[in-house]
C-alpha cells in the first residue's frame, strides 16, 4: 500500500501536532472527503479549519490534487490515488 | 496576604477585525496594553465571566480563512483553549453552519456555568458549562418566522440576549427580525416590536422585521428595556409589549449602541450616528449622550474625546462595567478605544491605532491574575 500525503500549511500545523504532513495509507483511490476524514480523525480542531460542520470546504480554504484546485475537479468526490500529494493552502483573501 | 486576595483591578477587552487586546488598570485611568491575540482573525464578541471563582475570557473568534470557533482563557489571556469539537456547532439535520459569534452573554450570578450565545446564522445556544459546549435554542431555530428574517449589511444574526433574574423570561434582539421574547426560559417565542418602525419595509409598523441594533434591560425595573433601533431610540415598561420613542433630546436617532447601568435605574448611554445614509458621528464630533430619567432627557457627554471623529461605534464595541461608579467603554471603527470611570463624565484614550473594534468588554478582576502588573498589595505580600 502506498501513502497519500496531504501537506498542511504552517499556520495549520500546532493542529496537527506539529506535523506538517500527515499521511493515509491507500491502497486504491481514496476520494478527497475520505482523505481528510481519515487524516483529521484525530485531530477535530484542524478538521474544523478545513471544513465546517455540514462538511463543505470552506470558502477561502483551496485544496489542491495533482496541481489543481478541487472546486475545478470533481470538488470533495476527486479521487486521489496512492502516492500522490495532496496541497492545502489559503487562497488569498482579507485585507 | 489578605490584601492580595482584595487588590482588584480591571481588565478591559478589545476585540477587533485583526485579533485581540487586553488592557488592564489599577484605576480605570491608566491603561497597559497587551496583544494582539489571535493575529489576522477577528473577534466579534467577548464574555467575561467572573462567577464560580473564576476569570473566564470567552471570544468568539473568526478567521476568513479557517471559520470561526470560540476560545476561553481562565489566566487572562496568557494561554488560550477551545473544545477540540468546537463549542458550537449546528447539529447534523439543521444543514447550517455556524458563520460567526456575535454575543457571549454569562448568565446571572445564581445561574454560574449557563453561558448564552448570540449567532450568525440568526440562532440562539445556552451552555451550562461555562462556555464550552452550547447547545442550540431549538424553539427560536425552529421559529415559523426564521425563513422571513433577514440580513443587516453586517450579516443576519441574534446579538441581545436578556435573560431576567428568574431565567423564564428571555429577550433577544436580531438584525433583522426585531424582538422575540419567550416567557418559559427560551422554549417558545413570539415577535413583541410594537411600537418600533420598520421604515425600510413596505409596511413601517410590521408584527416583526425590524432592524432592531442593540437592547439593554434597566438594571432596576422589572420589565424596562431600552432598545437602540436602525433610526428610532426605544423604551418599553412592559416586557416589550409597547415600546415608545425616547428620541427626543439625541443628535441623531441612528445608531447602534444600547448600555444600561449595572445597578441604578433609568440610566442609560447611547453613542448617536447621523443617519442609515451617513453612519458618522453627528457633524464628525463623536459624543456619548447619557440619560439618568428612563430617556425623557440626554446629556451630551464629550470629555475627553477628540475634536474630530468620522468613525463609527458598532453595537458591541461599547460595555459598562460593575464597579462604582460605572465605568464606560467604547471603541471606534478607527482603532480608538476610550475608557470613562465616571459614567461617561470624563474619558481616556485606552489604545489608538488599531484595526476596527468591533467588540470590548470590561470588569473587575483580581490583580493577582495581571500579567506582570506590580500593586501595592504583590509588593506587600
Excluded at chain 1, 484525530?42 to 490534487?65: C, K, M
Excluded at chain 2, 491608566?30 to 471563582?53: A, K, N, Q
Excluded at chain 2, 481562565?74 to 463549542?87: F, I, K, Q, R, Y
Excluded at chain 2, 443587516?152 to 429577550?171: C, L, N, Q, T
Aim: aromatic fraction near 8%; hydrophobic fraction near 40%; glycine fraction near 12%.
Amino acid at each position: 500500500m502506498a501513502d497519500v500525503s496531504v501537506v498542511l500549511p504552517s499556520v495549520l500545523q500546532p493542529l496537527a501536532g506539529g506535523q506538517s504532513v500527515l499521511t493515509a495509507s491507500a491502497d486504491g483511490a481514496l476520494t478527497v472527503a475520505g482523505l481528510l476524514d481519515t487524516v483529521t480523525g484525530d485531530y477535530p480542531a484542524l478538521s474544523r479549519r478545513l471544513r465546517d460542520e455540514t462538511g463543505a470546504v470552506r470558502r477561502f480554504v483551496n485544496i489542491y490534487v495533482n496541481g489543481n484546485e478541487i472546486r475545478r475537479l470533481q470538488g470533495l468526490s476527486t479521487e486521489v490515488l496512492p502516492g500522490q500529494e495532496v496541497l492545502i493552502i489559503q487562497s488569498v483573501a482579507g485585507g | 496576604m489578605g490584601g492580595m486576595s482584595t487588590a482588584e483591578s480591571f481588565v478591559l477587552a478589545i476585540g477587533t477585525k485583526k485579533g485581540l487586546w487586553l488592557a488592564t488598570s489599577p484605576d480605570r485611568k491608566e491603561w497597559s496594553l497587551s496583544g494582539p491575540h489571535f493575529l489576522m482573525s477577528e473577534v466579534p464578541s467577548i464574555g467575561i465571566d467572573t462567577r464560580d471563582g473564576r476569570t473566564r475570557i470567552l471570544v468568539g473568534v473568526r478567521s476568513e480563512h479557517w471559520g470561526p470557533t470560540v476560545f476561553h482563557s481562565d489566566d487572562l489571556g496568557v494561554t488560550w483553549s477551545e473544545p477540540e469539537e468546537g463549542a458550537i456547532r449546528f447539529p447534523e439535520g439543521t444543514g447550517a453552519a455556524l458563520e460567526r459569534v456575535w454575543q457571549i452573554h454569562p448568565d446571572a450570578d445564581s445561574r454560574p456555568g449557563v453561558v448564552w450565545a448570540g449567532c450568525e446564522p440568526i440562532s440562539v445556544w445556552k451552555s451550562t458549562d461555562g462556555g464550552e459546549h452550547f447547545e442550540l435554542n431549538r424553539g427560536l431555530w425552529d421559529h415559523p418566522h426564521r425563513t422571513e428574517w433577514g440580513a443587516g449589511y453586517g450579516g443576519a444574526a441574534a446579538h441581545s440576549i436578556i435573560v431576567d433574574p428568574s431565567g423564564e423570561k428571555v429577550h433577544v434582539a436580531m438584525s433583522t427580525g426585531g424582538v422575540y421574547r419567550s416567557l418559559d426560559g427560551g422554549t417558545s417565542w413570539e415577535p413583541r416590536n410594537k411600537g418600533i418602525s420598520a421604515y425600510f419595509m413596505p409596511d413601517p409598523n410590521p408584527e416583526f422585521g425590524q432592524c432592531v441594533h442593540k437592547i439593554a434591560a434597566d438594571a432596576a425595573v422589572d420589565g424596562r428595556l431600552y432598545a437602540q433601533n436602525h433610526h428610532g431610540v426605544y423604551r418599553t415598561d412592559d416586557d416589550a409589549e409597547n415600546w415608545e420613542s425616547i428620541a427626543e433630546g439625541l443628535p441623531a436617532d441612528f445608531g447602534f449602541v444600547m448600555l444600561t447601568h449595572p445597578r441604578r435605574a433609568g440610566t442609560a448611554w447611547v453613542i448617536p450616528l447621523k443617519a442609515d445614509g451617513e453612519r458618522i458621528p453627528p457633524e464628525g464630533k463623536l459624543a456619548v449622550h447619557r440619560t439618568d430619567d428612563a430617556g425623557r432627557t440626554w446629556k451630551r457627554l464629550d470629555n475627553g474625546l477628540p475634536a474630530v471623529e468620522f468613525n463609527a461605534v458598532l453595537r458591541d464595541a461599547a460595555c459598562v462595567d460593575a464597579a462604582e461608579p460605572a465605568g464606560v467603554y467604547f471603541g471606534t471603527r478607527g482603532g480608538s478605544v476610550y475608557a470613562s470611570a465616571d459614567e461617561g463624565e470624563h474619558f481616556t484614550e485606552v489604545a489608538s491605532h488599531l484595526p476596527d473594534v468591533l467588540c470590548v468588554r470590561a470588569s473587575t478582576v483580581s490583580a493577582a491574575l495581571v500579567p506582570g502588573a506590580v500593586t501595592s498589595a504583590a509588593l506587600n505580600a
